[in-house]
């Protein structure tokens, strides 16, 4: 019995310690990600996860409208793609 607990205990352990460290941050951060997400609004500054930076003109659902470039190109890209949100300063 009690080389059982010695062997179990350690294995316990090593389980409760990986999930500390390594699955309760990703949560966090999937957590943090979907509420940036939810929380877009027209005419803040966006980066997608291709590199492409432009401001938000319109949203529809799952779509994003952005306006990028010094032509002012209209690109169509997924809610999802989106990587960094710039806020406007207010004031």
Known sequence: MAALIQLVLPMALILGLMYVMLILPQKKK?????????SL???????????????IINIKDDEIYIESGVDKNKILV??????????????
Do not use: F, H, S
């Open 78 to 91: 997924k809610r999802w793609a989106i990587k960094d949100v710039v806020k406007p300063v207010e004031g």
């Open 30 to 38: 999937e957590k943090k990600t979907q509420q940036m997400l939810n």
């Open 41 to 55: 609004q027209v005419g803040w500054g966006v980066t997608t996860i291709g590199g492409i930076a432009g401001k």
